[in-house]
């Protein structure tokens, strides 16, 4: 498994990475450039696993979750050492799937980013299916505002609107809702 530590103290670093090599040799631990954010170290890298490690809330490594969640999502795990609900929320929110306090040690850490990769896969599977049904939505409204439209200023019955809006999209090798949101901003029509 390839762990990215990301943890501005060079000294709690190694120190965690030693942690964790005691815990499993197999381990790959690796880390960003010095000056390099975690967005570049991730797409540099490409770890399993993004492991953040603080003494205290930070929000600068906050937002640099938050944009490695923007832009290319992955697991996040955050270890801190002080116990923040608010952090906690806000954390979680920015893209973290696994947030823990630690005292002085560190837990057996192998079951932990195991299930957080699997709570990262199933919530980025949820998320991709909730956007594709929300696109077929939208695809719909497009397509019912059209059929609308021709029905009421071409005098085409329902199928026979449908049937149009296919034509065209086989005739320009489009999809239908393509040709849908077009005929609508062609009329002047708000897209739904």
Same mark, same amino acid.
């Given at each position: 498994m390839k762990i990215l530590l990301a943890d501005h103290d060079t000294q709690r670093a190694q120190s965690l990475m030693n942690s964790l090599r005691a815990q499993d040799a197999s381990f790959q631990l690796c880390q960003p450039a010095p000056g390099e954010g975690l967005v570049g170290a991730v797409q540099r890298l490409a770890p399993d696993i993004v492991l953040v490690d603080m003494a205290r809330p930070d929000r600068d490594s906050l937002d !640099?979750?938050? =944009?490695?969640?923007? !832009?290319? %999502?992955? %697991?996040? @795990? @955050?270890?801190?050492? =002080?116990?923040? %609900?608010a952090f906690m929320e806000a954390a979680i929110e920015a893209g973290v799937v696994s947030y823990h306090v630690r005292g002085a040690a560190l837990p057996e850490i192998k079951p932990i980013m195991r299930t957080a990769m699997a709570l990262f896969r199933r919530n980025h599977e949820l998320t991709a299916r909730l956007a594709a049904a929300e696109d077929q939505l939208v695809a719909r409204r497009r397509i019912d505002a059209a059929k609308r439209l021709l029905m009421q200023r071409g005098g085409l019955s329902e199928p026979a609107a449908h049937r149009f809006l296919q034509r065209r999209a086989m005739e320009s090798q489009k999809r239908v809702a393509d040709i849908a949101a077009k005929l609508l901003r062609e009329a002047g029509e708000e897209l739904p």
């Open positions: !640099s979750v938050r =944009q490695l969640h923007e !832009s290319c %999502p992955y %697991p996040v @795990m @955050m270890f801190i050492d =002080q116990d923040d %609900p």
